[in-house]
DNA sequence: CATGAAAGTAAGACAAC
DNA sequence: GTTGTCTTACTTTCATG
């Protein structure tokens, strides 16, 4: 599956504004509203497309400290353990399974730093958790699009 | 300004779904359809709603490689200049100044190994750069909302 | 915050290229 | 296979109470 460039700027497009109407985003690509439709109910039947979210900024919703969590597992923990022991927590916005020496990078969304440092603890103290680095984000530079990509 | 519970529920049914109508989100939070937008245009006006954009799988777009850099800069080198630097690349879907060994923490998408690559070479050539240590990503296990924050 | 009317938008069926 | 037009139903929006 490959999207052509009739896609991609449809995807740009919502990904600027997901709220934007058919029309209007046919009218800058240079298709009637239904075609642009079409072309995004495909999308999201092929999963290109996974949903439509807002943006928020985390500060003003009173989430101000935002830091990454390196964890390192014991050994035969598996990607599925660290997935299901850390979507219990709401204050994981994202975790991945990385190279390099931690086994998992987290990101954490807390309300404050006795916050923060109150979920550290609790992750840490999960069962598959064999010792954390953390870092805390002092500025947010860029962020871009729900998943990250450049679309 | 603080968010009430129904706000709340608001911004988490659009975090949801973006293009759900506002009687619907009326109907479950139990407001009308015009005190819900109402109360999004509020939203928007304050900053914590900050837009609306859709959730895209990076591999189903093409963005099949994902890796974080951490990046130390030169002396006297500001957050703006890193912003300025990074902003440039699309491959960047996020940036953040972070306490640590490392100044900043960089995420990429790329469309596969070689590219990641080309990407960090770059990256790591920008004059405010001293060195780079990348990971790449495994598993991405987990990811809510746009920029990040448990609503 | 709800109601009701007007304007705008979505969605499906259809024909045409 | 994809597109554009049309029609219907729904949603949004703004005025008013």
């Known amino acids: 599956m490959s999207l052509n460039d ?4 449809i995807v740009h497009a919502l990904a600027e504004d997901a709220r934007r109407t058919y ?4 009218a800058e690509v240079g298709l009637s509203a ?7 109910d495909r999308l999201r039947e092929q999963g290109a497309i996974t949903g439509f979210t807002v943006r928020v ?5 009173g989430w101000k400290t935002e830091g990454f ?7 035969h923990t598996t990607p599925d353990d660290i997935h299901r022991g ?14 390099g020496d931690a086994d998992a990078l987290v990101q954490i969304f807390a309300s404050d730093m ?17 010792r954390t680095k953390s870092v805390l984000v002092l500025s947010p530079l860029l962020r871009r699009y729900t998943a990250g990509p450049p679309v």
């Open 86 to 99: 850390l979507s219990r927590y709401p204050e994981v916005a994202a975790a991945s399974t990385v190279t």
């Open 6 to 9: 009739l896609d991609e700027r």
């Open 57 to 61: 900024d985390p500060a003003a919703l």
């Open 23 to 26: 029309a209007d985003i046919g």
């Open 34 to 40: 239904p075609a642009v439709k079409r072309r995004v």
């Open 114 to 130: 006795r916050h923060f440092e109150q979920v550290l603890e609790r992750i840490a103290g999960e069962p598959f958790v064999e």
């Open 69 to 75: 969590i390196e964890m390192y597992c014991r050994s």
